[in-house]
């Protein structure tokens, strides 16, 4: 079965530009939530998705958005970056409904650089 | 406001011992309890999740705990290896389970063979 699969895996951007992440969830798995990590603030929540509708938002500016598709794979946008929008971007799936055991699986994340 | 704190930050023992893991919550109403492992610049991977009804969990070398009514977990591995080595996350999901997890920031562990 394959894992959870992210799309590019490195990108560098100066600021001002836009970036689009793809994520493709576990075969099955429904859910998908999107991550920040940097080394200051650890994993920080950005938003979850379940069956094409956003479930839980984190707190991050409106410059972040995402969107999943009929098929469970699942893109976020970040528009006008920043520098501290560096930063490991990674996305998890689950299967959260009856029967799910809700363990969050991973994918090998996006690495993004601004400059 | 959930809050994970995770200590030590960084822990570096002999290959061959048995060592413990902390990881600390502020809200004792959780619905789960996860422990992920992170290689340098990779993805987590997920080692043991516990309900907020168990006390703990096994996988091979792995045993983790919950205490909710402290608002603790551990993460004890026996006889470790260099292939350990890595940061060891903890992360708590609140409340219904419709609510998004929150991490600790690890503990990155090396192993010295």
């Known amino acids: 079965k394959a894992g959870v699969t992210q799309t590019p895996r490195y990108l560098i951007k100066t600021r001002g530009q836009q970036v689009t992440l793809s994520c493709s969830p576990i075969?099955?798995?429904?859910?998908v939530s999107w991550y920040q990590q940097t080394p200051g603030q650890g994993l920080q929540f950005l938003f979850e998705y379940f069956s094409e509708t956003q479930r839980n938002k984190g707190n991050f500016p409106g410059r972040f958005s995402g969107r999943q598709f009929s098929n469970s794979r699942s893109e976020m946008n970040v528009s006008t970056l920043e520098l501290g929008d560096s930063a490991l971007y990674l996305c998890?799936?689950?299967?959260?409904?009856?029967?799910?055991?809700?363990?969050?699986?991973f994918g090998p994340g996006t690495r993004l650089t601004v400059l | 406001k959930q809050e994970v704190t995770q200590i030590p930050a960084a822990l570096s023992v002999p290959e061959g011992e048995n060592l413990v893991l902390n990881c600390s919550f502020t809200?004792?109403?959780?619905?789960?309890l996860q422990w992920f492992r992170q290689d340098p610049g990779k993805g987590l991977t997920s080692l043991l999740l516990i309900q907020s009804s168990q006390r703990e969990q096994t996988s091979g070398r792995l045993n983790a705990s919950l205490d909710k009514s402290s608002g603790r977990s551990t993460l004890y591995i026996a006889a470790s290896q260099p292939g350990d080595s890595a940061t060891y996350l903890c992360a708590v999901r609140s409340n219904s389970g419709n609510t998004p997890l929150v991490f600790g920031k690890g503990t990155r562990l090396s192993v010295i063979a």
């Open positions: 075969s099955g798995h429904r859910s």
């Open positions: 998890a799936s689950t299967r959260p409904e009856a029967g799910g055991t809700d363990t969050q699986y």
């Open positions: 809200d004792s109403a959780i619905y789960n």
